[in-house]
Nanobody, 121 residues
Framework: QVQLAESGGGLVQPGGSLRLSCTLS????????MAWYRQTPGSQREWVAA???????NYVDAVKGRFSISRDNAQNTVYLDMNDLKPEDTAVYYC???????????????WGQGTQVTVSS
């Protein structure tokens, strides 16, 4: 059975750093696409960063140069390293992993439960 666990949020002062983690456990054939989103109350969920299985990354302009998405292949874990955090980064952060259970199987999406990041002095 495939499960996803997300962790790493918390309270940090402006200019500080946090690392979010997202781990997919269970037997899968491949992890194809990884992404992080964030959402504030009353707003739509916003895409933040993405990484393909080939290692290509992309970021929303607001976090370029400050956030980094990476992957531990052996652990099927995806990270979001957030540096120079600003109050406007405050949100609930969600990971979304896209994977295949078997060769040629359909691509499945799995969302994390969300983790709160609060940037405040």
């Amino acid at each position: 059975q495939v499960q996803l666990a997300e962790s790493g949020g918390g309270l940090v002062q402006p200019g500080g750093s946090l690392r979010l983690s997202c781990t997919l456990s269970g037997n899968i054939f491949s992890l194809n696409h990884m992404a992080w989103y964030r959402q504030t109350p009353g707003s739509q969920r916003e895409w933040v960063a993405a990484r393909t299985s080939g290692g290509a990354t992309n970021y929303v302009d607001a976090v370029k140069g400050r956030f980094s998405i990476s992957r531990d292949n052996a652990q099927n874990t995806v990270y979001l390293d957030m540096n120079d955090l600003k109050p406007e980064d405050t949100a609930v952060y969600y990971c979304k992993l896209s994977y295949r259970l078997v060769v040629g199987g359909r691509l499945r999406d799995y969302w994390g439960q969300g983790t709160q990041v609060t940037v405040s002095s």
